[in-house]
């Protein structure tokens, strides 16, 4: 089966623009996850999605993140206004019979 | 609140030799433990999943879990140099479909 999709791989943008990313899971995969890591640390969930509705958000910081899957299939997360603390790869996973399966990242650079 | 801790290392070991990583937990009813390896720049990848108290073995990894203790470990026996990686130990939180993740062992296998 085809993995989790993930695009960019890589983002340079100075503080205060906006970015987005995007993210199409395993076909079939109804839960969606994005996550931040920054360097050293676990996974950091941000937000995750049961088909297109939100199950859980309560640490994505809502005035700066924004995140959509409109038809339960991909998804995009946006961050506007960046700041540098936002520096960190940006992870989609989705959840099948046993754990997750995660794309390959973005990794975001706030300068 | 659930947690995972882990030692941040980094865990030297020589090649040839057993590679020992803990991981301990706080919610005594936990049931079900999961190992991802994450390469440097790589997303984490599931390795090993343990539910039940005692070993479970696939190849070179075994996975301990002792309840009772409320840790879980991660043997690899002759250790490679390609098993340097970070190992991340999680468990299912609250919510459905959620993980809740340690910060990680950087093991180093030297040649």
């Known amino acids: 089966e085809a993995g989790v999709a993930q695009s960019p791989r890589y983002k340079i943008i100075e503080k205060r623009q906006s970015v987005a990313f995007w993210c199409n899971p395993i076909s079939g995969h109804a839960t969606l996850y994005w996550y931040q890591q920054i360097l050293g640390q676990g996974p950091k969930l941000l937000i995750q999605f049961q088909n297109n509705g939100v199950v859980d958000d309560s640490q994505l910081p809502k005035d700066r993140f924004s995140a959509e899957r409109l038809k339960g299939v991909d998804s995009t997360l946006k961050i506007q206004p960046a700041k540098l603390e936002d520096s960190a790869v940006y992870l989609c996973?989705?959840?099948?019979?046993?754990?997750?399966?995660f794309g390959s990242g973005t990794r975001l650079t706030v300068v | 609140q659930k947690e995972v801790e882990q030692n941040s290392g980094p865990l030297s070991v020589p090649e040839g030799a057993i590679a020992s990583l803990n991981c301990t937990y706080s919610d005594r009813g936990s049931q079900s433990f999961f190992w991802y390896r994450q390469y440097s720049g790589k997303s984490p990848e599931l390795i090993m999943f343990?539910?039940s108290n005692g070993d479970k073995e696939d190849g070179r990894f075994t996975a301990q879990l002792n309840k009772a203790s409320q840790y879980v470990s991660l043997l690899i026996r002759d250790s490679q140099p390609s098993d340097s990686a970070t190992y991340l130990c999680?468990?299912?939180?609250?919510?459905?479909?959620?993980?809740?993740w340690g910060a990680g062992t950087k093991l180093i296998i030297k040649p």
């Open positions: 343990i539910y």
């Open positions: 999680a468990l299912p939180g609250d919510s459905n479909y959620q993980l809740i």
């Open positions: 996973a989705s959840s099948g019979v046993v754990g997750y399966t």
